[in-house]
C-alpha cells in the first residue's frame, strides 16, 4: 500500500521528529513543541501512530507535503536538550488554535483522531 508516495510497511519502525509550531487566530507563533518516536503503525482513520520513548503514544496525519527523508546527523530537541541521532523522518506542522488551552493536549496526544 502506498501513501502520499510512501510504501506503508517502508514508514512502520521506521524513527520520526515531529515539530508543532502553535499559532494565534493572527498567526502570530505561541508556542513550539519537538517530540520524536517510533511509527508504530497507519491508522485506517489516517493518521500515524508513533511510540515515544515514555511508551506514550503520539499521532500526526499522514500528508507527503509534511513528511520528509531526514539527513542523516544529530538533532536536538529545543525543549528536553534530547539528542537524535540519524532519524528516518521529520515532520513539521504549524497549527492554528484559537484556545490556548489546547496546545497541551496536542503536546500530550498529537493530532486527534477524526
Given amino acids: 500500500m502506498r501513501l502520499f508516495g510512501y510504501n506503508k510497511k517502508k514508514l512502520i ?5 515531529v515539530g508543532l509550531t502553535f499559532l494565534n487566530d493572527d ?3 505561541i508556542g513550539k513543541y519537538q517530540t520524536h ?4 503503525e497507519i491508522t485506517a482513520d489516517g493518521l500515524i501512530s508513533i511510540v515515544r520513548e515514555d511508551m506514550e503514544t503520539f499521532q500526526i496525519p ?6 520528509q527523508k531526514a539527513e542523516k546527523g544529530e538533532y536536538v530537541e529545543k525543549e528536553t536538550e534530547k539528542t537524535i541521532v540519524n532519524p528516518d523522518y521529520l515532520s513539521v506542522w504549524e497549527i492554528v488554535v484559537s ?16
Fill in 13 to 17: 519502525g521506521k524513527s520520526i521528529i
Fill in 27 to 29: 498567526h502570530k507563533r
Fill in 99 to 114: 484556545d490556548e488551552s489546547v496546545i497541551d493536549e496536542y503536546k500530550k496526544h498529537g493530532f486527534p483522531s477524526p
Fill in 62 to 67: 499522514y500528508d507527503k507535503n509534511a513528511i
Fill in 37 to 40: 518516536g517510533v511509527i508504530k
